[in-house]
C-alpha cells in the first residue's frame, strides 16, 4: 500500500463525498507534497475540531513513511 492510498482510505472514511477527494502527490528532491482536497461541506470532518483529525493523520503518515525512508508533507486545499 502507497502512501497515497493510505490517505486516501482514512479520508474517504471521514467524508460524506468520497468521489469528492482527489489527492495529488507532488515529488520533490527532499520530501513528497500530498495536496489534499475535498467537498467544502467536508473540510471540517478532515480537518476536525483544532485539527485534531489533521493532526492524527500526520502523524499516521509521519509513522508509516519511517519505513520508506521518505519525508511526506499533508497540504489541505480549500477550494
Given at each position: 500500500?502507497?502512501?497515497?492510498?493510505?490517505?486516501?482510505?482514512?479520508?474517504?472514511?471521514?467524508?460524506?463525498?468520497?468521489?469528492?477527494?482527489?489527492?495529488?502527490?507532488?515529488?520533490?528532491d527532499?520530501?513528497?507534497?500530498?495536496?489534499?482536497?475535498?467537498?467544502?461541506g467536508?473540510?471540517?470532518?478532515?480537518?476536525?475540531?483544532?485539527?485534531?483529525?489533521?493532526?492524527?493523520?500526520?502523524?499516521?503518515?509521519?509513522?508509516?513513511?519511517?519505513?520508506?525512508?521518505?519525508?511526506?508533507?499533508?497540504?489541505?486545499?480549500?477550494?
Amino acid at each position: 500500500m502507497t502512501m497515497k492510498q493510505l490517505i486516501e482510505g482514512i479520508v474517504h472514511a471521514l467524508v460524506d463525498e468520497p468521489g469528492e477527494v482527489q489527492l495529488k502527490e507532488v515529488v520533490g528532491d527532499h520530501a513528497h507534497l500530498l495536496e489534499l482536497s475535498v467537498a467544502p461541506g467536508d473540510l471540517g470532518k478532515v480537518i476536525g475540531k483544532g485539527g485534531a483529525h489533521a493532526s492524527a493523520i500526520r502523524t499516521l503518515m509521519t509513522a508509516a513513511s519511517g519505513k520508506e525512508k521518505k519525508r511526506y508533507i499533508l497540504e489541505i486545499i480549500e477550494d
